[in-house]
């Protein structure tokens, strides 16, 4: 463990002087480095690659965007403790690859009245000429939703260190029929064809979900559309709405302002704890959404989620650097608060996700940024290994509680398939109840994240292959938590849904991404993401295994695998940070 900590400094060093050479690299430098160390050695929950601040609570992302090169990443924070607080600011960090990062100063906190109890969650839009904007909630003196508009102090500073509210907030109160308290998360804006900017919000009526879409032509001055742009019948207040482009038959990006024939609309909202989307056709001159075949967000298990784990409260935005949509999430604690303050902090980020539409156009794809591939060392693989039933198969030369792991298996026979009709079956209840070591003919199989040597603790991510008496089929894709920990006061829920592919002709791929406490698993290519948080009893590292398992009574073969040992990513504090958030 010393020989590993002392070449983790000496990278994240390295990492210093390398990525962030506009900041003068120092002996500081080193010990924020020394001591982001020591904390993962001391507490085996804490992430090598995942973002998380130094210490206390973290939830929502805010604001990310591209600004002079410098990738900007803001995120609700509690700067008095590790659990949520009565006073929650913004904070801060930046990047220039979107995996190392520097800690700012907090950004924005309460100055106003408009934002005097805290300053919750809002979105940034690139306005003419390269000025950044924030559209933000601030909780005021009468504990009202209202928005609020900051900008950057120096536009020459590209890390943007200072922030200056307009003084005129708040620009947007909550309307008449929405309660104070149910008005919140402006959108990032678009500009219509008629140069008019536009915003969501989220908001409800006698408990309707809805998105209120707000008008402006100066940005300051803002008049509410009769109409909500999206709604739903009793899905409680709309969180985090997000309202973005994609085009058809492409993977890249697009600018929020962009519309047209050959592109369709993301209409996503947050409730009842989780991230849902619809897709549809949007007309500006209209103000008319328009979801496809006439799905909607009602929160039923027909609807489609970003995510069918923990991974709420998401924010994208446009990349032009690299012509993508970058996609991230919170990804919340699942142990108990009394656990939080013993460690001190609470709250993860997902690994940012490129995000583009299916070839299909009915579903989203998403996938790890390229970037995290400079993480990647002591490559393995396998080809053709047959996995008999019954068989455990451990991956042996990586880091097990670090790791990317890519996966494929494919199906020799599907005849024996277990009969059941799917369309009627909620697939989390599917997983609870035939989880890993429930033998079915083709499945459980897959992979054992974050297991003891004896199997006694794993975290169990597979699929299960149903037919029903057509003779079509259907793939379950499972993470199984149920023995993710020996450990009481843990929520040990599964997850699962259905993934978009047909084991006749294609093979089931699966990826994982597995960073201590967190495993973010993508079925077949990212149309299937589900994202886990576990706390093993086992307290050093080292004793983390991996192992590819066939639980079922067909055989299954492993066509590829690759799996590598990941990198810490460099987390350092800026070094004119007054109070390291």
């Known amino acids: 463990m010393k020989k590993s900590l002392s ?12 990525e962030t050479g506009r900041v003068k690299a120092t002996s500081r430098d080193l010990n924020d480095v020394i001591l982001l160390a020591n904390q993962q050695i001391q507490q085996p929950y804490r992430t090598g690659y995942h973002f998380q601040p130094p210490s206390n609570w973290m939830n929502d992302p805010n604001g990310p965007m591209l600004y002079q090169g410098v990738y900007h990443f803001f995120y609700q924070y509690n700067p008095y403790a590790a659990t949520f607080g009565d006073v929650i600011i913004w904070a801060h960090a930046v990047s220039y690859d979107l995996v190392n990062w520097i800690h700012l100063d907090p950004a924005i906190y309460p100055t106003q009245e408009a934002d005097s109890k805290s300053c919750w969650s809002g979105s940034a839009t690139i306005l003419p000429g390269n000025i950044p904007a924030m559209l933000y909630t601030g909780s005021d003196s009468k504990s009202r939703q209202v928005q609020d508009l900051a900008w950057p102090k120096n536009l020459s500073d590209p890390f943007l260190r200072e922030w200056v509210k307009h003084p005129k907030n708040p620009l947007i109160i909550p309307p008449e029929g929405v309660k104070d308290d149910c008005f919140r998360d402006p959108s990032t ?72 024939g050959s592109v369709r609309h993301v209409m996503k909202a947050g409730f009842e704890g989780h991230d849902w989307y619809t897709i549809g056709t949007y007309s500006p001159d209209r103000e008319n959404f328009l979801p496809q075949n006439g799905l ?24 032009d650097a690299k012509n993508r949509r970058v996609l991230w999430a919170w990804v919340p604690e699942t142990d ?32 790890p940024i390229e970037e995290i591939e400079e993480l990647r060392q002591n490559e393995v693989n396998l080809q053709n290994k047959n996995l008999k039933p019954g068989s455990v198969l451990e991956i042996h030369g990586i880091t097990a509680s670090q790791a990317d792991v890519t996966i494929s298996f494919k199906l020799e026979e599907l005849k024996d398939a277990e009969v059941l009709d799917t369309t009627s079956v909620d697939p989390q209840v599917l997983c609870n109840e035939r989880g890993a070591s429930s033998r079915g003919a083709i499945g459980p199989f897959g992979l054992l994240a974050m297991a003891s040597k004896d ?20 793939v379950l894709m499972c993470s199984d938590l149920s023995r993710s920990t020996v450990r009481s006061n843990i929520d040990t829920t599964s997850y699962g849904a259905f993934v978009d592919i047909d084991p006749k002709s294609e093979e089931i791929s699966l990826r994982n991404l597995i960073d201590h406490s967190i495993i973010e698993s993508f079925g077949a290519g990212g149309k299937t993401c589900i994202t886990s948080r576990i706390y093993p009893q086992f307290v050093n590292n080292e004793e983390a295994h991996l192992f590819a398992f066939n639980n079922g009574t ?20 800026d070094q004119n940070v007054k109070s390291a958030a």
């Open 189 to 260: 804006a678009w500009r219509g064809p008629d140069g008019v900017w536009r915003i969501v919000v989220g908001g409800d009526r006698d408990n309707n979900g809805m998105s209120l879409l707000y008008q402006s032509t100066d940005f300051v001055n803002w008049k509410r559309y009769d109409q909500p742009l999206s709604s739903a019948i009793a899905t409680g207040t709309w969180e985090c709405p997000d309202f973005y482009p994609v085009p058809l038959n492409s993977t890249n990006g697009l600018d929020t302002s962009v519309y047209g």
């Open 455 to 474: 199997l006694k603790e794993q975290s169990a991510i597979f699929f299960r292959v149903f037919q029903n008496q057509l003779g079509r089929y259907s």
């Open 554 to 573: 067909q055989n299954v073969k492993i066509s590829k695998m690759s799996a590598w040992s990941m990198k810490n990513a460099a987390f350092v504090v």
């Open 7 to 18: 070449s983790f400094i000496a990278l994240c060093f390295l990492v210093i002087v390398l």
């Open 296 to 319: 909607s967000l009602t929160g039923s298990t027909l609807d489609l989620r970003y995510n069918y784990g923990q991974f709420y409260a998401s924010k994208s935005f446009f990349d």
């Open 336 to 367: 108990a608060p009394e656990d939080d303050i013993e460690k001190g902090w609470a709250g993860l980020q997902s690994f940012p996700r490129a995000l583009w539409i299916d070839r299909s156009g009915k579903q989203l794809i998403q996938w």
